[in-house]
């Protein structure tokens, strides 16, 4: 009674969503456990369409945010080139230049958390006390005038085999809630060997 409900479990659990050649309901009887099977079968039809829609997705959007970008970055360095700037117009043309780039990484990373499985990071590391200065750096803007003194301490300088936008995008939410729930006081971000502590 038990072994046909076994070997369909079984098959369920070696599935994989985008196999379009498994039928699981050709592995059973016409049955209640065939009813079960076809179930699933319909379940996998609707999970591979939805796969094919996300690859849809993720490849149009790659291509609608990169565009903007690269052609935003394209004329910030055409107007880098411009002698006739002030001071403080080249500051600010180097601020939309490190904002474009932001964005640029923030894309990338976005589209590498919509996959299933990431790709391997092929032994690159990370540096992570460079990823919490940058970070720091790029949230100073929060404090404003507000009474705040974001301080930063590295005690060590570990390094993670992993995807630097997507360590920025947990680091700097991070900050940004410190900085957001803090009124007044200081905000400490030290890095440890071990671990990361964020303290307001």
């Given at each position: 009674?038990i ?5 369909l ?6 599935a994989?969503?985008?196999d379009a ?10 049955d ?6 076809r179930?699933?079968d319909r379940?996998l ?11 849809y997705?993720?490849?149009d959007?790659s291509?609608?945010l990169r ?7 394209g004329?910030?360095?055409?107007l880098?080139?411009?002698?006739s ?5 080249k500051?600010?043309?180097?601020r ?5 780039h932001d ?11 919509a996959r299933?499985h990431l790709p391997?990071?092929?032994?690159q590391?990370?540096h992570?006390?460079?990823v919490?200065?940058?970070?720091a750096?790029k ?7 507000r ?6 301490e ?17 680091i700097g ?7 957001f ?5 200081s ?7 071990e671990r990361?502590?964020?303290e307001?």
């Amino acid at each position: 009674v038990i072994s046909p409900v076994t070997q369909l479990a079984e098959q369920v659990g070696q599935a994989e969503p985008g196999d379009a050649s498994l039928s699981l309901s050709k592995l059973t009887r016409n049955d209640e456990v065939g009813e079960l099977a076809r179930a699933f079968d319909r379940y996998l039809h609707r999970l591979r369409q939805f796969i094919v829609r996300e690859s849809y997705f993720t490849a149009d959007v790659s291509h609608e945010l990169r565009t903007p970008l690269a052609i935003i970055l394209g004329t910030v360095e055409v107007l880098e080139q411009d002698d006739s700037l002030s001071t403080r117009q080249k500051e600010r043309i180097a601020r939309i230049k490190r904002a474009v780039h932001d964005m640029i990484e923030l894309t990338n990373a976005l589209l590498l958390m919509a996959r299933e499985h990431l790709p391997a990071v092929d032994g690159q590391h990370c540096h992570v006390g460079e990823v919490v200065r940058s970070c720091a750096e790029k949230h100073q803007y929060l404090i404003a005038d507000r009474p705040i003194h974001l301080k930063v301490e590295l005690t060590a300088e570990p390094s993670l085999d992993v995807e630097k936008p997507l360590l920025e995008i947990v680091i700097g939410n991070l900050i940004r809630n410190a900085l957001f729930n803090t009124n007044s006081g200081s905000v400490l971000v030290r890095l440890e060997a071990e671990r990361l502590i964020v303290e307001d």
